[in-house]
């Protein structure tokens, strides 16, 4: 068996490796094996999560464990496959399970490993793995415009099996296929994009897609939430600082800057930057180099920029409340991506889409949305948009116990004015009180002071959000205040939970973001 030393990674460039095991030792001592050997491991403890580290982060090899909770592993290794068809994807097999291991094999996997293996068995494989996308990465041609990004025509194959192939992200609008045709034209360039839009529209998924389809693919894509950042923190975060830099800086930290390498940098909520560090960041861009806080070297810096505001920046510019020379220096091209009440031709797609995620996650039949859900789906004027449609058809499948979606399974965490006069069903107080994390941009309904008192409907509401603290609060201090894992036991996204413990005044760490303070600053 060659040593680590022949098949490790090739170049300064760490090669990243995706492990996924949901058992805890199993993954730290991989993980512990794969960085000693200059890898860069990501942990899953199962398949949804290492789908979503697989989608943020690129990784350049899979370890994938055969036997996982939530979603059996080969279903798990199709998906990584749709969502990077040329992952290199090594599957642990229990021991003296041939079967699983020929399944694989024929199904395009890398290769696998039997339980037990030994450290050498797998840095052997990974070694290749990484070895194998290195070279294919060197010889696949960057691109091109004229033909479109295959991930983001058709990011999840579901959107296919729904639709016949003929959606934009599960959308049929022509408000979205021209948001594509933007994303394609300018998504190979090396352009900073705007993307504009209300809260939820999915500006954050227009980014992505703007990174799926460039040339920095195979690199990081770092978000940050600007509007999560302490005004103090900003340089540091971005940039990064030296040891002894400031009281706390106990140790050196790169910045966003640096992580994104190669990659995408995207600033969601830039219009909350406060005016020093709007400043900064004009420097940085303008010079492609900035210097972490506390040292004298400038570092160079190499990252695509996409950034994103649900605010009028042209507004706030008017206000003086941002940077003209900064504004115009970002909006080199903008993307807007219209609100849902304006697209209503993509509610129902995009609610069948969901409904099929959740009812595949859930590991249960795809139920059907009946004809009355559908009506009162296009009555909602949907102010959290693409989220709060998310957020209600989750809910909704894990309420409907039969083939059908009922209008009485949905749970609308905001009323619009159209749902309240005309189509708004009076729910039991059973059913109100249900657990539920709503509308992640519009955390306790109950808590708004201009409602008036004393309505059923009011005190339930009320009721909720005592519950739902509760449950948020135990569950963080449960999980030490990591807010990451918090999300993940209570089956909700790290986004909602966030807004929630914001809206909560409960402390949070946040190892995913930057700005990884609770949410006391609201
Ligand atoms: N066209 C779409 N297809 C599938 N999912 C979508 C679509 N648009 C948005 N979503 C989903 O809706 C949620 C909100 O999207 P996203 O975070 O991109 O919105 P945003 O505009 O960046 O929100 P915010 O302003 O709050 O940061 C995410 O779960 C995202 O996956």
């Given at each position: 068996m060659p040593s680590s030393a022949t098949v490790g990674p090739a170049s300064a460039c760490r090669a990243r490796v995706l492990i996924t095991d949901d058992e805890p030792d199993v993954r730290w001592s991989l993980a512990t094996l794969l960085s000693r050997e200059g890898y860069e491991p990501i942990e899953a403890a199962d398949g949804p999560t290492a789908l979503e580290l697989a989608r943020r982060n690129a990784p350049d090899v899979a370890l994938l464990d055969l036997n996982l909770p939530r979603r059996h592993g080969l279903e798990v290794f199709r998906d990584l496959l749709e969502v990077d068809p040329g992952l290199p994807v090594v599957v642990i097999t229990a021991h003296g399970s041939p079967d699983a291991a020929r399944q694989v094999a024929s199904q395009g996997a890398f290769g696998y490993l039997s339980k037990p293996f030994n450290n050498e068995d797998v840095l052997f494989a990974v070694g290749r793995a990484a070895e194998a996308r290195r070279r294919a990465s060197a010889t696949t041609p960057a691109w091109a415009?004229?033909?479109?990004p295959p991930s983001f025509a058709n990011p999840d194959p579901i959107v296919s099996e729904l639709e016949g192939g003929s959606t934009v992200w599960g959308c049929v609008s022509t408000a979205m296929r021209r948001v594509a045709d933007q994303v394609r034209r300018v998504a190979p360039t090396e352009f900073v994009v705007v993307v504009l839009g209300e809260?939820?529209?999915?500006k954050e998924q227009v980014a992505q897609a703007i990174h799926r389809g460039s040339?920095?693919?195979?690199?990081p894509f770092v978000p940050v939430d600007c509007g999560a950042l302490p005004d103090h923190l900003v340089e540091s975060e971005l940039f990064g600082h030296e040891r002894g830099a400031f009281t706390g800086a106990d140790r050196s930290r790169s910045g966003r800057f640096e992580t994104a390498r190669g990659g995408t940098l995207f600033l969601d909520e830039i219009g909350n930057l406060s005016e020093s560090a709007q400043a900064s960041l004009l420097r940085a861009i303008q010079d492609r180099c900035a210097t972490r806080v506390g040292s004298d070297t400038p570092r160079r810096l190499d990252a695509r920029i996409v950034v994103a505001t649900h605010a009028r920046l042209d507004d706030r510019v008017a206000q003086g409340r941002f940077r003209r020379d900064l504004f115009h220096r970002l909006a080199e091209f903008v993307i807007t991506v219209p609100p849902l009440r304006e697209r209503p031709e993509d509610i129902a797609p995009l609610a069948r889409l969901f409904v099929a995620q959740t009812a595949r996650e859930l590991e249960r039949p795809n139920p059907i949305l009946t004809d009355e859900t559908l009506r009162r789906l296009h009555h909602h004027s949907w102010p959290g948009n693409v989220r709060e449609l998310r957020n209600l058809m989750r809910r909704a499948v894990l309420w409907a116990d039969g083939d059908q979606i009922e209008p009485d399974h949905l749970e609308f965490a905001e009323a619009s004015p159209q749902s309240q006069s005309n189509v708004a069903t009076p729910r039991s107080s059973e059913s109100d009180s249900r657990f539920q994390l709503g509308n992640d941009r519009d955390p306790s309904p109950s808590m708004s002071h201009d409602e008036p008192t004393g309505s059923l409907k009011e005190i339930v509401r009320r009721h909720v959000a005592v519950v739902e603290r509760q449950a948020v609060a135990a569950t963080l201090k449960q999980t030490g205040g990591n807010l990451t894992r918090a999300a993940r036991l209570l089956g909700v996204d790290a986004k909602t939970l966030r807004t929630k413990a914001r809206a909560y005044g409960l402390d949070f760490r946040d190892p995913d973001r930057a700005g990884s303070s609770g949410g006391l600053e609201g």
């Open positions: 415009p004229s033909s479109p809260t939820g529209v999915g040339r920095r693919c195979a690199g």
